[in-house]
């Protein structure tokens, strides 16, 4: 397909330019706007395939946008948030984004959501548009930016590749499996082994290596969980 259409939506004017020339810059075609309701003009004309959202924006701030357009589109949304409004971006995720980006921010890492959102949409347009040119992959895990590929044997988080041990990836392909659901050290264990746990600490330590890999902060882990006393799990986003 042509180039992705990109909606930059930010009333502060500087950041609304320098997001959109590097968005240029990476290939992309930008549409601006400077509040909510100017956004959702755009969206009547012109094919979007996703938005960066801010929250905080004059005559229609950004949940009110998101939630408007989440009635009609679902192309991904990544909201833009300032550190002091924490409940703002816990909204946004709860009415229909997609992924936030706290202010300021590197546009590397801007441009590593964009990427990661955008191919989850290419995918999805595929599958909804009936192509079959290959079977669908039914072993691709995403649980926000953390993705696992089980055929390809790949991880990566927000678009950035991740290298695993090969027991390492079985024990994250299997918590990824069923985001959510809490696993016993002795279940992991058995899981991956095929035999009765003789002790669990292997399991801490590899849980522990997987974190360093997978998160930005290991002691404040956004995906992999610690359940005190039960398990643990890939929290669900």
């Known amino acids: 397909m042509e180039a992705y259409h990109i909606l930059i939506v930010e009333d502060d004017k500087e950041i609304l330019d320098g997001v959109g020339i590097y968005m240029k810059n990476q290939g992309y075609e930008v549409f601006?706007?400077?509040?909510?309701?100017?956004?959702?003009?755009?969206?009547?004309?012109?094919?979007?395939?996703?938005?960066?959202?801010?929250?905080?924006?004059?005559?229609?701030?950004?949940?009110?946008?998101?939630?408007?357009?989440?009635?009609?589109?679902?192309?991904?949304?990544?909201?833009?948030?300032?550190?002091?409004?924490?409940?703002?971006?816990?909204?946004?995720?709860?009415i229909g984004a997609d992924d936030y980006v706290t202010k300021p921010f590197a546009p590397m890492e801007l441009m590593a959501r964009v990427n990661s959102q955008l191919r989850r949409y290419s995918r999805y347009l595929k599958l909804a548009a009936g192509s079959r040119t290959e079977e669908p992959k039914e072993h691709f895990y995403a649980v926000g930016g953390l993705e696992l590929n089980e055929d390809t044997v790949e991880v990566s988080v927000d678009g950035n590749p991740v290298t695993l041990t090969p027991l390492e990836f079985k024990i994250l392909a299997l918590l990824m499996r069923n985001p959510g659901r809490v696993f016993s050290p002795e279940e992991i264990y058995e899981r991956i082994w095929n035999e009765k746990p003789i002790g669990t600490e292997t399991i801490m330590?590899?849980?522990?290596?997987?974190?360093?890999?997978?998160?930005?902060?290991?002691?404040?882990?956004?995906?992999?969980?610690?359940?005190?006393?039960?398990?643990?799990?890939i929290e669900k986003q």
């Open 205 to 233: 330590v590899h849980i522990r290596n997987i974190r360093t890999k997978i998160e930005v902060n290991p002691k404040n882990p956004k995906y992999l969980k610690v359940v005190w006393g039960v398990g643990y799990k």
């Open 32 to 94: 601006k706007a400077q509040n909510g309701q100017e956004g959702l003009k755009i969206l009547e004309k012109e094919e979007i395939h996703l938005a960066i959202i801010d929250i905080m924006m004059p005559v229609m701030d950004g949940i009110t946008m998101t939630m408007k357009l989440r009635e009609h589109y679902d192309f991904p949304v990544i909201m833009l948030s300032a550190k002091s409004e924490e409940i703002d971006k816990v909204t946004g995720l709860n």
